[in-house]
């Protein structure tokens, strides 16, 4: 496998190699031929920049500017009222029930979905990937049908003393829905590369099935796992439609941070909202520096 | 290859023995939860009353005009998407300019940021003091900004691998024929980025369809005017009128999974003729 490549020149090499061979093969018919393929070029990367910073660029940072137009005390005031930090902390909560568990369910799903071999495979797959079609606004619904007062289970709830809706377990529950397919989808592919043959000879070997999993299959997915978790996360912390339902949206008890952005944004107090969004900004920002750092480990690991 | 295959699954069936009729009962159990009961009790909800009742519903003149509001608005952010995700696409991947890195990986932001902040941002820019002086607040216009925004990565990412993988060779041969820079375009390269670009489509579509928390700021809600679709079931939800929120989430889902069938649908056909 490794001998085989020498002939073909590493891959790191290769793209730009190739790249700068075309271009300086397309330059020779004509200069005006190239002055004209330069003026294109440089026109259709205006219009794809000029309109990134007017749909993208422009409005992200703009909210930055708004936030710390009066400088930063106003900012650390907002962002330390009573109820800006129960809402900050509420969502971490949330998101440190929700995260683990679609992580563990990821996890188990994927080996299901990669390795197991039965009867209604696609449509489980299907079923997976329903929560990405559902509108966050029809999933909060569909939770308050059987989990609310009039519910299918409401009732049965209700005697055992448990409220799903309008507190945190139903916030628990829509935040997992929503954000459930990311984990499974991520690790299927990593699965599938890693085929069973170590797995296999582990087994040979002596080991339990529990072993191999933690010391082959699971070292194997492990990047795409991370990778799956951070848009767990992400998302996690951001869900707004569906939380907003089941929720009731009660000051310092059942709202999370976005709803507390809809809220001060609603009540006119606007640096409230900016420091809040700015702090859910900020944390999708890591999201996506953490999304390109994983894809370089993964780039580099395959290419070594 | 068949027989190694055969060695996997016997592998497996041992791997599998050890605690996996409690984790595949824990699996069903917890999509059972999560996914299976809320779908059913949704489905149950918009049926109750019939065929009638749901027909009701649906044709509830707010509920047509939030309908056909998100429908329609869908189509052309959609197509919007399709033009501008695959110049960005293609810019990403042909052009070289400093910053490009930083540009390539911002694309993902709206899928990062939530949604509501998605609003306020529109909103900085393009709401009351826009400092652009153009307000879109609380107009339909607002409707296809906040989905349009939303929507940005889906064609981006489709095309971009594509364009990534299509070979030069071909577009330069055409060229040293003689075909202009747009017959290139139209006779090789767009054919090529066809599905990935339709795929991406497909995606928005879903998306702008079922979106709810970049709308709710910016377009005011008001009803037959800027009020779509996913507001509008989250209004009845306030007025604990549940079964014409059920039923207007059915026709939302059922757009949806239409266009993502199709999807399927397409792409299947496409690679069984390309073999």
């Known amino acids: 496998m490794s001998s085989s490549g020498e002939g073909a020149l590493p891959i790191p090499g290769a793209p730009s190699a190739r790249r700068s061979s075309t271009r300086s093969a397309a330059r020779p018919p004509a200069a005006a031929g190239a002055r004209a393929a330069r003026r294109r070029q440089l026109g259709v990367r205006a219009i794809a920049l000029g309109y990134l910073a007017l749909l993208l660029l422009g409005p992200v940072a703009m909210i930055f500017y708004r936030t710390f137009e009066h400088g930063i005390s106003p900012v650390l005031n907002a962002a330390t009222t009573p109820s800006a930090t129960h809402a900050f902390w509420l969502s971490l909560e949330i998101v440190a029930i929700a995260v683990p568990l679609n992580t563990i369910f990821g996890i188990g799903m994927a080996l299901l979905l990669e390795r197991g071999r039965f009867w209604g495979k696609a449509a489980l797959g299907v079923l997976i990937d329903l929560p990405f079609a559902i509108s966050p606004v029809v999933v909060g619904l569909s939770l308050v049908l059987v989990y609310g007062k009039t519910g299918w289970l409401g009732d049965w709830l209700a005697e055992q003393g448990i409220q799903v809706i309008f507190s945190v377990p139903g916030m628990v529950l829509a935040t997992a829905v929503v954000s459930l397919p990311f984990v499974v989808r991520e690790t299927m592919p990593v699965l599938r590369e890693l085929g069973v043959d170590a797995e296999q000879a582990a087994e040979t070997l002596g080991a339990s099935p529990w072993q191999t999993f933690l010391r082959i299959t699971l070292p194997g997915i492990r990047w795409g796992v991370v990778y799956g978790v951070v848009l767990t996360t992400a998302r996690a912390l951001g869900e707004f439609g569906a939380v907003s339902i089941v929720s009731g949206r009660i000051e310092e008890q059942t709202q999370t941070l976005p709803l507390f952005v809809q809220d001060r944004f609603e009540n006119f107090d606007s640096t409230g909202a900016y420091t809040a969004a700015v702090v859910l900004a900020l944390l999708a920002l890591g999201t996506l520096l953490a999304m390109n750092l994983l894809t370089r480990i993964t780039r580099r690991r395959t290419e070594a | ?275």
């Open chain 2, 1 to 275: 290859m068949a027989a190694g295959r055969r060695a996997g699954f016997g592998g497996l069936r041992l791997t599998a023995r050890g605690g996996s009729l409690l984790g595949k009962g824990l699996l069903g159990i917890y999509l059972t939860v999560l996914v299976l009961l809320p779908i059913a009790a949704l489905l149950a909800k918009s049926s109750t009353g019939g065929l009638d009742a749901f027909w009701r519903e649906v044709s509830n003149p707010e509920a047509v005009a939030a309908i056909k509001l998100t429908l329609i608005a869908s189509v052309i952010v959609v197509a919007i998407n399709a033009v501008f995700g695959t110049v960005i696409a293609w810019v990403l991947v042909r052009d070289e300019f400093p910053g490009k890195g930083i540009v390539n990986a911002l694309i993902d932001l709206p899928f990062a940021l939530p949604t509501i902040v998605a609003g306020v941002v529109l909103l900085a820019l393009y709401g009351k003091d826009s400092p652009l002086g153009i307000d879109v607040a609380f107009t339909r216009a607002a409707v296809g900004l906040a989905l349009l925004f939303v929507t940005l990565p889906f064609v981006v990412r489709s095309v971009q691998p594509v364009l990534l993988e299509l070979d030069l060779a071909m577009e330069e041969a055409a060229a040293s024929l003689g075909a202009s820079p747009l017959t290139v375009l139209r006779r090789i390269v767009l054919p090529t980025l066809a599905p990935a670009i339709i795929s991406g489509v497909a995606l928005s579509f879903a998306r702008a369809v079922g979106e709810f928390g970049s709308l709710v700021l910016i377009t005011g809600n008001l009803p037959f005017k800027t009020e779509a679709g996913s507001v509008y079931i989250f209004g009845q939800i306030q007025n604990e009128n549940l079964a014409a929120a059920a039923a207007v989430s059915v026709v939302l889902l059922l757009a949806a999974l239409l266009v993502l069938a199709l999807l399927t649908l397409f792409l299947r056909r496409r690679s069984q003729h390309v073999l």
